[in-house]
């Protein structure tokens, strides 16, 4: 088949959790630039308000629902109504998650079960909903975790403490590959992205102290930018992957090589 053909993603529809901001976003529009239908959830409504907009300029059909991924009760609905919305969901991005910033020996329980709520919990239930109510019925689907580096080793000597978030990544990784195993059976693919260092509002004013030390220790000599996870966003929605499954892509600038 034509590789333009493959890339196509004319006809599908995709549901970018934390799609109002940040990578999420940058996905999103990534998706939707290449003919994706695309429903994003966010907990704001102004954010997800100024979303729409800018996609809708960029001609691309764009549905929003309120979701708070951490607060459960409100994942089953949400699923449903984009399900509703557009007929099916093809491609699931679960984008959505949080950090805390505690040291281990300190680190509060209500702290710890936030993160997991959100990042473990939370992706599970999105992608079982999706799973069951959608794809499985379909026998097609994509759906791509987003992990990271941080969950596929420890912290670098000085960096910030985050105990919580890199276990709960470590989770997605983990989920990832026992979901592909899983699933394969219903035409669906289960791959996880794991980017390095992002400057994002959830990492703060943190990146810009650490920039030219972290640039400089890795090979491409800087951070990641939104636009460095448009490309294999669409791969991995995208019938060009259909024989990649369970795998845990680093877009990293080549960190975790060094």
Not at 174 to 183: G, I, K, Q
Request: proline share 2%.
């Amino acid at each position: 088949m034509n590789v333009k053909k493959l890339l196509d993603l004319t006809g599908r529809v995709a549901l970018v959790t934390g799609g109002s901001r940040g990578l999420g976003y940058a996905m999103a529009s990534a998706l939707g630039e290449m003919g994706a239908k695309v429903a994003i959830t966010a907990r704001s409504a102004d954010e997800l308000a100024s979303a729409k907009q800018s996609l809708g300029a960029a001609g691309i059909d764009c549905h929003t629902e309120i979701c708070d991924i951490g607060r459960h009760e409100t994942i089953e609905p949400m699923v449903r109504a984009v399900a509703q919305h557009y007929g099916r969901i093809d491609i699931l991005v679960n984008n959505a998650g949080t950090i805390g910033r505690e040291s281990a020996e300190d680190h509060s329980l209500e702290l710890w079960n936030h993160v997991m709520d959100v990042n473990v919990t939370g992706t599970f239930l999105v992608t079982q909903a999706v799973g069951k109510h959608c794809m499985i019925p379909q026998h097609y689907g994509r759906i791509i975790n987003v992990a990271s580096t941080q969950g596929l080793r420890g912290n670098r000597i000085g960096a910030n403490k985050s105990v919580a978030y890199n276990t709960s990544k470590g989770a997605v990784v983990n989920f990832t590959r026992v979901l592909a195993t899983e699933w394969g059976v219903h035409g669906i693919t289960v791959n996880a992205i794991a980017p390095g260092l992002f400057p994002s509002k959830m990492t703060g004013a943190f990146v810009e102290k650490v920039r030219p030390a972290l640039s400089a220790a890795t090979p491409n000599q800087r951070l990641g930018e939104d636009d460095d996870l448009k490309g294999i966003a669409v791969l991995l929605s995208s019938d060009a992957s259909s024989h990649i499954t369970g795998q845990i892509i680093s877009v990293d600038g080549g960190s975790m090589v060094v």
